[in-house]
């Protein structure tokens, strides 16, 4: 499969992150670089990886279409406010999409081109590893428009294979 729930969830409170500036915005998505005031999410990954992840917050609303993300590989997801959305993961049927250009770049598939393999529905407070080299969207459950904060650390370096053996070494998988 191609997300995983961590073991543990951790709690995150308004004040444990301050976000800094906005570092990419696309769609429906914003991003903010961060620092982590309180919390040290990063402790579930061993030490010696822990400089290779960047550290952002995002800010999501509304429907985000099949896609695979440009340059990052994985994504360490903690949902502050995940409101009710479904992630779900694809595989592709044929390899037709449009590339969409900018910072934050990426392909965007119809879904036509694509079977859907699974999806998730994440509660506050869970963790997810999510590989992000394979399509994925975002799909509400509801008519209200409910924004989703979610505090992420996210690697362009590791797959996502060799990220659940990472987080096996601490113990949160
Ligand atoms: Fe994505």
Same mark, same amino acid.
């Given at each position: 499969m191609y997300f995983i729930q961590l073991n543990r969830n951790i709690e995150i409170l308004p004040n444990d992150f301050n976000k800094i500036s906005e570092k990419i915005s696309y769609g429906n998505i914003v991003y903010f670089t961060t620092e982590? !005031?309180? #919390?040290?999410?990063?402790? #579930? !990954?061993?030490e010696r990886y822990r400089n290779q992840f960047s550290l952002l917050i995002f800010e999501a609303y509304e429907r985000i279409h099949p896609h695979i993300d440009d340059i990052i590989t994985v994504s360490i997801n903690f949902y502050v406010s995940p409101g009710n959305y479904e992630t779900k993961f694809y595989d592709i049927v044929t390899d037709q999409h449009i590339y969409r250009t900018g910072k934050a770049g990426g392909r965007v598939f119809p879904k036509r081109n694509l079977k859907e393999v699974g999806g998730f529905i994440a509660k506050p407070n869970e963790i997810w590893l999510l590989d992000v080299t394979k399509p994925h969207s975002v799909e509400p459950l509801s008519s209200i428009s409910e924004i989703r904060q979610v505090v992420t650390l996210q690697s362009s370096k590791y797959s996502y294979n060799e990220v659940i053996e990472m987080i096996k070494e601490t113990g949160y998988l």
């Open positions: 982590d !005031l309180t #919390i040290n999410v990063k402790r #579930i !990954l061993p």
